[in-house]
């Protein structure tokens, strides 16, 4: 689980009826390791990737210019462009990034929202953050619905996981099918503590530059 933290510092100045995530004018090259995608080719980390399962995912193109690789999870039908300097894995369920000193960590699923036991992504969203708070009340957490629909979830208050060296702040984004209620992508960003605001920017560029096939 990627755990979390400052809650207040990601969302001052955040509008409940925000257009959408603002990046603030970082790219990829803010949070990039400019080795030409070498970092893509290493070998998988089963402990930070996920499990003993995971394979490296494919590198469809790599943008040196602009700090970034495309990546293809293909059983998810996902294309997620990464900042260059990270490594992402996948097995049949989920893909995983992380950034090479492992403190930015990504998971993105596919989501079938009625074997949730919910009926839609605004459903999902409410259901999880009071799931979460309520199996751990140290944890507070907010929703916001974007302009597009897509819901972003912030948890705060949680204990660092192991290696960190600090608590952590997860975002979590619930997109919902167009046309189809019933399925959606989770992604869930994990970032230091300290650097929560600049984890929101990432996860703007992020999903400004993630391709669906739906």
């Known amino acids: 689980m990627f755990l979390l933290a400052s809650l207040g510092t990601c969302f001052a100045g955040f509008p409940a009826r925000a257009a959408d995530l603002d990046a603030g004018g970082m790219t990829f090259r803010d949070f990039a390791v400019n080795d030409n995608g070498a970092s893509f080719n290493r070998g998988v980390d089963p402990i930070i990737a996920g499990g003993p399962n995971q394979v490296p995912s494919r590198v469809a193109a790599v943008d040196s210019a602009q700090g970034l690789a495309r990546v293809q999870f293909g059983a998810i039908k996902v294309e997620l462009a990464l900042p260059l300097g ?22 993105i699923w596919r989501v079938d929202f009625t074997f949730e036991g919910v009926k839609d992504a605004e459903h999902y969203a409410a259901t999880k953050t009071g799931s979460i708070q309520a199996r751990r009340p140290s944890i507070q957490a907010q929703a916001r619905k974007l302009g597009d629909g897509t819901f972003l979830i912030v948890y705060e208050n949680a204990p660092k996981g192991q290696g960190d060296s600090e608590p952590r702040t997860v ?15 989770l992604l869930t960003l994990g970032v230091p503590a300290s650097d929560a605001v600049r984890g929101m920017k990432l996860l703007a560029i992020l999903k400004q530059n993630m391709r669906i096939n739906w």
């Open 86 to 107: 990270w490594q992402a894995t996948e097995d049949w369920e989920r893909g995983v990034a992380y950034s090479g000193d492992k403190r930015y960590r990504l998971i």
């Open 171 to 185: 975002f979590d984004l619930v997109l919902q099918r167009p046309g189809n209620p019933k399925e959606g992508i």
